[in-house]
């Protein structure tokens, strides 16, 4: 069974920052990605950055700059660190962790809100 805990939300003024974490538990294969999503309301999830365990990163075009992930392999938990908010960074953030040939082993975490307004 694999477990993702979440956390590191809040709410925060325009143009500050978060830190969020994700620590990941379970049988989880070493070769694996590690990522962030987010949700606003009334839209799509949609992806926010992911990292391998190998250390490539695929970010949103929307944060690229303003958001850096990280990861500590030997602890399987990834961090997102957000600058330079702004209110359409508002939505539920979840932590996602996938391996195999097509992703078939896919866990989600259980998602942390973030909340940027003044």
């Known amino acids: 069974q694999v477990q993702l805990v979440e956390s590191g939300g809040g709410l925060v003024q325009p143009g500050g920052s978060l830190r969020l974490s994700c620590a990941a538990s379970?049988?989880?294969?070493?070769?694996?990605?590690m990522g962030w999503y987010r949700q606003a309301p009334g839209k799509q999830r949609e992806l926010v950055a992911t990292?391998?365990?190998?250390?490539?990163?695929n970010y949103a075009d929307s944060v690229k700059g303003r958001f850096t992930i990280s990861r500590d392999n030997a602890k399987n938990t990834v961090y997102l660190r957000m600058n330079s908010l702004n209110s359409e960074d508002t939505a539920v953030y979840y932590c996602?962790?996938?391996?195999?040939?097509?992703?078939?082993?896919?866990?989600w975490g259980q998602g942390t809100q973030v909340t940027v307004s003044s």
């Open positions: 990292m391998t365990s190998g250390g490539s990163t």
């Open positions: 996602n962790v996938a391996w195999g040939f097509r992703s078939e082993y896919n866990y």
């Open positions: 379970g049988s989880i294969d070493r070769l694996n990605v």
